[in-house]
């Protein structure tokens, strides 16, 4: 089949928002990568939610695809790639700490869900985003530069029903005591995109306690530990 020419859209997508589906980054990656590897008959794209005018938002797509002859499931949601940084601060005379976000989450339908921060990538590099999203969630007296940032791996959270792969990144700030009180129950997050978030400094010894959370925050913890013991 010629490019594109084997993709549909439910009714209700306009034109318009068909138009921004077939170009948007996280689509167009995984369209080519399933005509690479499978039998790709056909794809439905079942719905789309633009987050903003500049910004593509989840896209729900049903493909009709073979690998070897058979049928595999076809539903997934796309949402594109992101990136998450564990910052672990150094005070002089205090244990290591680290900083979470608390955040509501609907889809657990949580509304104080703590988490190392984190955002999408929205078709940016990893350490671009990374530092982006210190700045928006943390704070920009943080100060966190390009080359402080080191990489841990990057992993797939939900192959099984969505594409998003995570970047995991972390980051030592040699800072004084009062900068690192003044984090504490900081009130951040962008209102134009409906973040409320509050800050959270503990223990890094303590955070595999602070309750379910999510895969990337674990996941950075243990293999911080890991390559420092």
Known sequence: MDP????????????????????A????????????????????????????????????VQADALHHGEPVPGLALLRGDSVSVLIVLKCP?????????????????????LALPAGMLDGGAFVSTALRELSEEVGADLRV????????????L???GCDE??????TELHIEEALARSLAERQTGLACEHEYIRLHVVNMADLPRIGMTDAKTLLSWHMYQARHK
């Open 93 to 113: 005379g205090h244990p290591d700490r680290t900083i979470l976000t608390r955040e509501a989450r609907v889809p657990i339908a949580r509304p104080d869900l």
């Open 165 to 170: 792969a995570i970047g995991l990144y972390y």
């Open 25 to 60: 980054p996280h689509f167009r990656r995984w369209y080519d990568s399933m005509r690479a590897r499978f039998t790709l008959r056909h794809v439905l794209v079942r719905d789309a939610v633009a987050f903003s005018a500049t910004r593509m938002g989840f896209i729900l």
């Open 145 to 156: 530069r390009e080359k402080d940032l080191i990489r841990l791996t990057d992993v797939w």
């Open 4 to 23: 594109l020419t084997d993709i549909s859209f439910a009714p209700g997508i306009d034109a318009a928002l068909q138009a921004r589906v077939l170009t």
């Open 158 to 160: 939900s192959p099984g």
